[in-house]
């Protein structure tokens, strides 16, 4: 599978500096998937158009800013939304909160390159 956008457009056209090359190939390939789930696959890998590309490279940059989210171990507890000291009381984000704000993230992204190329049209013909 190819990867709707390389580093080179990454850095020259995107004008990218969040992600390093290496990084960039493991996210854009993350990216590509999920563009291609709300495109029905409907994007050929010869014929890649420019939104496209800028949608891939935007959606890798969070993807690794979510991951880098995902491992910080501030405070040692994930998901923690509130705390109070006085009588020790916590409340925390369940997993599906957070898949729910991923999913409406990236959706928001291809959303904003795709919306008017008819990429993300779900009818028929």
């Known amino acids: 599978m190819t990867s709707y956008a390389d580093f080179a457009y990454y850095k020259d056209t995107y004008k990218g500096a969040v992600l390093d090359a290496a990084s960039f190939d493991a996210y854009s390939r993350n990216s590509t998937l999920i563009i291609r789930q709300h495109t029905f696959n409907r994007i050929k890998d010869d014929d890649v158009p420019n939104d496209v590309k800028m949608c891939c490279c935007e959606l ?14 501030e405070a ?35 959303y904003n390159w795709l919306a008017f190329t008819g990429l993300l049209y779900r009818g028929c013909c």
Not at 60 to 73: M, N
Not at 76 to 89: A, D, F, P
């Open 76 to 110: 040692g507890i994930k998901g923690l939304t509130s705390e109070t000291t006085g009588g020790h009381s916590a409340s925390y984000e369940t997993a599906e909160a957070r898949e729910q704000a991923h999913n409406k993230a990236t959706g928001n992204i291809i």
């Open 60 to 73: 890798a940059e969070y993807l690794s800013k979510k991951d880098a989210a995902d491992q910080d171990t």
